[in-house]
């Protein structure tokens, strides 16, 4: 298509580019065509319009649940589905009911949480800038419908314990936020004021990429999502009065800022025995893996055995069991490697992506550029043809990712490493699949290195960004620049090359040559041409 087309669709707006005009569908060995536009959906195969389901003679009944369908030649195709031959009524069975394991747990996923947390070795605790003064801020003002809403959730939370009444110096206002894909209002206090006073949890988060290291050989999966650690922590005593908010039915407290953090450094210490062998915790998520079936029974006891101990609760309707794919993270994990989940991809027209995407793609960097160089310190923002195809590329770059394995600690590793005038490329490989690739665009000064030194910057590079996979691990290097594999052997060197090779003998590597014509991956990342 020559411009692009806005569908309008229940999601939103869809922009594509990309038309089949005739297509071939086969429905029941009976071929149809039609025109289709292709757009990015996880979900479903295909969207019929109404002109297509009237060209087609389309009958739908609802009572004998078929569809009828006629074809360009006067054939007729019908489809129907089969009736129920039961019906689950949930007043008579448990959700947990029928999985393993799980099902001697029902009590650690209630429909509500049975009330107030038990007193645990770690408090929420809000820290305040020295200096600070109680802050009182006004309520907001709101529509009758919208005060119902407020004094119905006031009443719940009431009746639960989890807020109560207060005479406090401060307060905060509340409002109402819409929950996601339903018509539903959940209500939330405007804590921006304390939050600014507020010293800051610095409990560290861990990295993403670390957390999938771990998984290597995992076949089965299951996924935990705990309940809100807001309600499953308490506030210690002394800051209680600092949560206040109010409304027109009178001062209450509740929770805020820095839940999060608490929480993780909570579920850590609940599993600290069982982290890097058999569970991944990502503040309230919890991931259990395992190489056999029988081990994941014992795993998944254990994890449930400990949650009920603690008294922590999970909503089972975001939980999943016995799989051998699992979503987490933005991540979809198997047996055969990792790659992106496309539907949680994020790219912005300024090229800001989540910066472990990089190493799924074949020369990232390289194409972004276009795009990053409009960051650059009193760099004019035009957004020309360049950056408009920059974008387009990572985009399908990013929705066709390929899978990479995970790394295994007890096989060698093998490195290609290329470099050119427009940048630096390499990969990371074991047991010849990839692992990782990286690549980054070349820094002003390095731009006139000799080609000896711009080689020996791609070797450099892959040693620095891999250092938790490669030090102390055997390796081999591949380069194209035959020189570089008498670098430990050359008694002239400049003092650039000096430095480097302190740093490349700490590694145990070997350094090998590999003609640019085999080096294919590597060459491509730092050569490769934007089209």
Same mark, same amino acid.
């Given at each position: ?10 999601? +939103? ?64 195709? =019908? ?6 031959? +039961? ?21 650690? /996923?209630?429909?509500?949480?049975? +009330? ?38 006031? *009443? ?45 949890? @610095? ?25 809100? =650690? ?8 002394? *800051? ?13 407290? /509740? ?35 395992? @190489? ?37 993270? +933005? ?36 194409? &972004? ?21 920059? $974008? ?27 470099? $050119? ?60 620049? @035959? ?34 014509? =085999?080096?294919?991956? &590597? ?5 490769? @041409?934007?089209?």
């Amino acid at each position: 298509m020559k411009r692009p087309m806005v569908i309008n669709s229940p999601g +939103g707006k869809i922009t594509t580019n990309t038309a089949c005009t005739r297509a071939s569908i086969n429905i029941r060995r009976v071929e149809f065509r039609t025109g289709l536009l292709v757009i990015d959906s996880m979900d479903i195969d295909i969207i019929f319009g109404m002109d297509t389901l009237e060209k087609w003679g389309v009958k739908i009944d609802c009572a004998q649940r078929t569809v009828h369908l006629a074809a360009s030649d006067g054939q007729e195709v =019908g489809i129907s589905t089969s009736s129920p031959s +039961g019906y689950l009524h949930q007043m008579e069975a448990r959700p947990t009911d029928g999985i393993r394991v799980v099902c001697e747990y029902p009590d650690v /996923f209630p429909d509500e949480l049975p +009330g107030m947390p038990p007193d645990r070795d770690i408090e929420f605790l809000i820290e305040l800038l020295p200096g600070t003064a109680p802050i009182a801020m006004r309520q907001y003002r709101m529509a009758p419908v919208e005060q119902d809403e407020v004094k119905n959730n006031i *009443d719940e939370l009431l009746a639960k314990g989890f807020i109560r009444r207060s005479s406090s110096p401060w307060s905060f206002p509340v409002l109402l936020v819409e929950k996601k894909n339903t018509d539903v209002k959940s209500m939330c206090v405007d804590y921006r004021a304390l939050n600014k006073v507020t010293i800051k949890n @610095k409990y560290p988060l861990p990295r993403i990429d670390d957390l999938f290291d771990q998984l290597q050989g995992a076949c089965v999966f299951s996924k935990i999502d705990l309940r809100s =650690g807001y309600h499953q922590l308490k506030v210690r005593p002394s *800051d209680i009065p600092k949560t206040v908010f109010t409304t027109k039915y009178g001062f209450m407290s /509740f929770g805020l800022t820095n839940v999060s953090a608490y929480f993780m450094q909570l579920i850590n210490l609940v599993f600290m025995d069982y982290l890097d062998k058999f569970v991944v915790v990502f503040i309230d998520d919890i991931l259990i893996y395992s @190489k056999t079936e029988a081990e994941h029974e014992e795993h998944l006891r254990l994890v449930l055995q400990r949650l009920r101990e603690h008294k922590l609760y999970a909503k089972f309707s975001k939980c999943e069991f016995w799989i051998d794919e699992v979503r987490f993270l +933005g991540h979809v994990v198997s047996n055969g490697g990792i790659t992106v989940d496309r539907s949680k991809l994020v790219l912005s027209r300024t090229g800001r992506y989540r910066k472990y995407q990089k190493r799924f793609i074949e020369n990232f960097s390289k194409i &972004a550029k276009p795009m990053t160089s409009l960051l650059e310190k009193d760099a004019e923002f035009r957004w020309t043809n360049a950056q408009q195809a920059a $974008f387009n590329e990572l985009k399908k770059r990013l929705t066709t990712t390929p899978v990479l394995t995970l790394p295994d600690q007890q096989k060698k590793f093998i490195v290609y490493c290329d470099a $050119f005038r427009d940048g630096l490329g390499c990969v990371l490989i074991q047991k010849g699949k990839v692992i990782a690739y990286a690549s980054r665009q070349l820094r002003k000064h390095e731009v006139n290195y000799p080609t000896y030194d711009l080689e020996l910057t791609a070797v450099v590079h892959a040693l620095k960004i891999w250092r938790h996979y490669l030090f102390g691990q055997r390796c081999e290097i591949y380069t194209d620049h @035959k020189s570089l594999k008498y670098i430990f052997t050359q008694n002239e060197l400049n003092m650039r090359q000096r430095r480097w090779l302190e740093l490349i003998k700490d590694y145990d590597i070997e350094i090998h040559y590999h003609p640019g014509k =085999g080096n294919v991956v &590597a060459d491509a990342l730092s050569r490769k @041409k934007l089209c």
